[in-house]
Structures are given as C-alpha cells and as structure tokens.
C-alpha cells in the first residue's frame, strides 16, 4: 500500500566531493576514494569516513579500518587516509546530511488521515496515517505530520517543520518555521490550575496558547502547556530534550538548552542562551538571567541574575558550593583538630 515515498539509499561520496563541499583540497591520493557512510572508529570499514575531534583519540584512529578519518588542522595521526579539516563538526554534519537527509518534501495525505474541509494545507504537505488535521488548522509548505498526529482547531504550523509520529498541537496554538517535534510531544494541553471554590477543588479553564517560535527542537514526550489567558512562549533555536515539562506562562528566551527531565513551573521567565541541565527543577514565577547556567538536579526557587551558575538543591552559587564540598570532604579531619583544640580530643 503507498503511503508516501519510498526511502532510498544515499549515494556514496568521493573524498573530493567531500573536500570541494568544505573548501579544503583533497590529498592526491584519497581524491578518488568514496564513503559509503560514516560511523565510529571502531565501526568503520574500507568505505566508511570516522572522524576525531580530540588528540586523545589519535591512537583509536590509528588502529581504525576507516577509509578516511576526519582530523582537526594540526593533529598529527600515523596512518594513511586522514583529511584535515577547519571544524571537523562541520565535515561530520556534512557526511550525516548527506547519509542522512531529510524526507523529500511532497504533497501527499494518507487515505486514513482526517483534514478538514476548513484545514489549509501549503505546498507540498505530508500528512501521515492516522493523522488529524482539525478546522481553521492552517499548516505551512513543505512541513511533515507522520502518523497518528493531531492539529486542533484554529492551530498555525510554519513551514518545513517536521512533526514524528504522536505529535499533538492543540488549538489555537502556533508553531514557527522548521521547527522539530519528536515522538509523542505535546504543545498546548492545559495548564495545572485548581482553586478551593465552595470548599472543593474546581478546574481553571486554561483559555491561552502556546507560541514556538522559529527552529526550535522539542525532544520525546515532552509537554509545553498552554498558558490561563495569555501565552507560554518558547524563543527561537531553543533546543528542549526528552521529557521536559513547561508548565502555564512560562516564556522561554531563544537559544536555551533544556536538557531531559527538567520541569519548570509555572510563570517562569528564561533569559536568552540558558543552559538548564537534566533533573532540574525550576521553581514558579521567578527569572533566570540571560546566560545562567544551572547543573543537573538543582532546585532554583529564586531570580538569577544574568551568567549566574548554580548548582545544588536548594541551588547556590557554584563557587560556594565548591566550597562546601571541600568542607565536607575534608569534615572528618576539620573535626579532630577541633576536638583536639577544644580538649576534648
């Protein structure tokens, strides 16, 4: 049964391909060698390109059957087959890119998807089985809905996004240009809010949206909720890991790296270029500066200033809290002396 185009294998590419693609000259005799793919050192076959971006990994190489490795300027490797490059990243996401490409952009809907008469589809849209397009939904060319996706009502997708299967974006909610939403992401369920009314818990109609901007990258079952009247914002180029949770009114600058499993409560501002690593809690209605960086597993309850780092639960200060590990390590001898000083040692 077609349900859209068949995937293919790239082709293979020369080491001169490579090296015209990256403005670099290709050694003479490599010039003529293809890749087939590219994988790690230790992988890698004949027609396989490995890559190093460290000197301690020059011995690997060195024993790698790679039929070319990818080496900064200046890393010397004793073998034959190896390609200097400016940034070897570049050379690396070049290769995947190619290896590795995006579905083709084509304009197909499953016979088991449901689109709305109402629905507005761009060009060269793919709507995947199962897949629900609601009314007023307006979807943007080239963008990729796979199976069992959801667009509510009144929702706005940009263009060439790319949605993998079990993504739900809920009404009224809008979602910038190549913006990427992995497995089971949710954008726009409501926000946690109860109130005591008569003595008993009664549910707060959450009636905002949700706004990702631009190139934002949304990981695996994570969940960004609507915000009560307004909206919960996310900033351009933000990159949010799995199973992150975003809670009402939040609004998150561009540029943040959320990594999994970090919850932020609600109304909650995130300045630009923040790192939140993973298991972070981050407390409600507070700031985070531009440039803070939080460590794994700490607890933030109030304003940061800009470029703060913090670690800890509750969080401080990483230098205080530098401090206090090498009390603590050192609390056993520190402990002695003070026995010994107050006599009763």
Known sequence: MHDGATLQMSPAITVAELSTRLGVPAPGNLA????????????AGPHHAAYVTKEKYVERAEHSAAGIVLAPEGVTIGREGVLHV??????????LEHFHPDPPEQSFTHPSASVHPAAVLGENVYIGPNTVV??????????????????????????RCLFAPRVSVLERCEVGNRVRLHPGVVVGADGFRYEQVGGRLRRVPQVGTVVLEDDVEVGANSTIDRAALAETRVGARTKIDNMVHIAHNCLIGPDCIIVAQVGIAGSTTVGRGVVIAGQAGIGDNITIGDGAKV????????????????????????????????????FGRYWKRI????GDG
């Open 32 to 43: 003529d060698r293809e890749i087939h793919g590219i994988t790690s050192l230790e992988l």
């Open 86 to 95: 400016p940034d070897v990243m570049e050379a690396v996401l070049a290769l």
């Open 134 to 159: 609601a009314e007023g939904a307006q979807i943007g060319s080239g963008t990729r809905i796979e199976a069992f996706g959801y667009i509510g009502p009144q929702a706005r997708i940009g263009d």
């Open 295 to 330: 460590a794994g597993g700490s607890g933030v309850h109030e304003n940061l200033p800009p470029g703060a780092r913090v670690i800890g639960y509750p969080a401080i200060p990483a230098r205080e809290f530098a401090t206090f590990l090498l009390f603590y390590r050192n």
């Open 339 to 342: 026995k010994k000083l107050s």
